[in-house]
């Protein structure tokens, strides 16, 4: 455990240690160097040999001296989780020793094997090279075992030996140079001197902590993240005492160190807190550009099971892990700013004045609405479906929350009548002591999946084990379309002005439906999202599915982000890990109902039996509750027997269908998933009836309350 005092070590001397950032590289690398290279990182000139060469060298000198070893390119291929391949500095020599190289050229390029990462049919077998190349504009860190090693390691984009995006780094990449560059020809119209527009992301995420001796007992949250089986507590989240509570001393002292690890990474890990469910925490950085926002949220649920497993705990990051209690989201917060300092979401004080805001709201609107379903499917993943709607996680139909008041002000742009904008209203706190309070624009609605917060767009359904770069990749194109389509508009409009304010109506009133500030869990807004014409897409299967669509297609291809090839790739790997992580679940679900639960309860069986037998033999014949008792576990008993089998038929049919990953992936959708439903029942029946020093497995109570 590593434990710091930070009254002899302030933060401010840890804070970035391990992160070959801005602040070391202007420190370590020649002026001329370090100019060149910020144009690099900016987009505007291209990457030489000859700067690659001086970066490395500088590179490897910081390593060394912070006890590095190796070097790897860290990228993210299209698992969703993170890969690399260790090289070594040392380089031999004529005499038998070592020294210690690291050239321009492994900095800029790596040769993993391509082979064995997903690829949706890209890549066959046989083909087996693929490039890394590095990625100027995300930090390089160092990252440390337990052991003491120290690794550097290169982010990086992945791509095969024909040029195909192999990874979640390049599209997102994509997006946010289609989205610069839609962005920047609105600006121009509108009079701003702006070079480059960038996107921005404050994930927070949300993760459970369970005791690595319980969690050792569950071969079902080993395998899979989640519990199969599992009855719900007597006491769960319904007395609210968890969230915000005070943090419990074991966990405190895992956030501790996990606080040390990212912030001398460079993650500025800002808050901290309870959730609602037991045993559940959320961690919110400070915001990053997309790119590098991905990296660290990837490297930040890495650190996060590193350090839990030091304090022998298990940072948990499906997002279902128990059923009955609130599910774990990754609540993507994000914004749109230029070079000069301007977030273009920001309202100022007079919203209803400011031109790009509301040119920019509108076109999200519009994007938001019209490419709807390829949001839902950003954020679609077997643990998702467990999650969406239920226990204060968002429901399935996409819409936007801009509060009452901005929802006025696009009323009247849209109906032309006149705004007023009275005094900035204050809440009173009714005690003396503490001063009034500036009311935003908007209160906070935490049922609406796309909701606007102050200043940006928090995009709540985005799952917790999930990478975030696919959702992103999809928000920065769908706006980026739709910017494009504003700027051909504008710019060959006689009177640019007129043309923004008609623009402004006629876009909000025709993608107006999208917006509701109501109770998204309330039944009224399924009857009336399905009125105004919104897709409720409820399944990942069906979510994937849009992937299939010509507009889809369109979409990627008009702005450079996927070609046609890639989409389709992709799709197919999203379908195979959809069927392959029910397989495991259902597999896994099996195996512990039928070795431990289906055996327990014959233990009990036997157990109720002797003492009807006993009681018999004393003269007792008043038994009958234990006779009920007895029946009544028989009868669950037989139950789940059933069910394990009609499980087991259905699961060795869906492993059979080979006319293609959709096909196979809809089988387990439509019979598989259903079925484990049946078997979970009446597994968690048994257990409620049960004694618990009979039962084989740690408990909801074990999992949820202990730490």
Sequence with gaps: MNITDFTKTPVREIYGINSFGDAVMRERLPKSIYKELKLVQDGRNSLSLEIAEVVANAMKDWALERGATHFTHWFQPLTGLTAEKHDSFISPTADGRVIMEFSGKELIQGEPDASSF?????????????????????????????SGGVTLCIPTAFISYTGEALDMKVPLLRSMEAINKQALRVLKILGMDVNKVTTSVGPEQEYFLVDKEFYDKRPDLMLTGRTVIGSKPSKGQEMDDHYFGAIKSRAAAFMSELNLELWKLGIASKTQHNEVA??????????????????????????????????????????????????????????????????????????????????????????????????????????????????????????????????RILESLSGGEKYTNGNVETIELGVSTLPKLPKDLTDRNRTSPFAFTGNKFEFRMVPSSMSIANPNMILNTAVADVLAEFADKLETAPNPEEKLKELVAETYNKHKRIVYNGNNYSDEW????????????TNTVDALSEMSKEYSAELFSRHNVLTGYELESRRDIHFEAYSKQINIEASIMIELTKKQVFSAAGRYINQLSSTISGLKESGITNNTAY???LDTVAKNSNLL???????????????????????QAVAYRKKVFPQMTNVRTASDTLETLIPCEMWPIPTYLDLLFRL
């Excluded at 499980?647 to 096909?663: F, K, N, R, V």
């Design 526 to 537: 399924v009857k009336e999202a399905s009125d105004r014409g919104l897709t409720n897409i």
């Design 627 to 629: 006779k009920k008792m």
């Design 278 to 407: 037991p045993n559940q925490f959320e961690i919110a950085p400070i915001y990053d550009t997309c790119n590098v926002a991905t990296d660290r949220n990837q490297l930040l649920m890495e650190t996060l099971k590193k350090i839990a497993a030091r304090h022998d705990l298990v940072a948990l990051l499906h997002e279902k892990p128990f059923a009955g209690v609130n599910g774990s989201g990754k609540h993507n917060n994000w914004s749109i700013s230029t070079d000069t300092g301007i977030n273009l979401l920001e309202p100022g004080d007079n919203p209803i004045e400011n031109a790009h805001f509301i040119l920019f709201l509108v076109a999200i609107i519009k994007a938001v609405d019209k490419y709807a379903p390829l949001l839902r499917m950003s954020a679609a993943n077997p643990g998702n479906d467990h999650r969406l709607g239920a226990n204060e996680a968002p429901p399935a139909i996409i819409s936007i929350f801009l509060g009452d008041q901005l929802t």
């Design 118 to 146: 997903p690829s949706g049919g890209l890549r066959a077998t046989f083909e087996a090279r693929g490039y890394t190349a590095w990625d100027t504009a995300s930090p390089a860190f160092l990252k440390e075992d337990n």
């Design 641 to 663: 027997y059933e069910n394990i089998i009609t499980l087991e038929t259905l699961l060795s049919e869906a492993l059979a269908i080979d006319t293609g990953a959709m096909d």
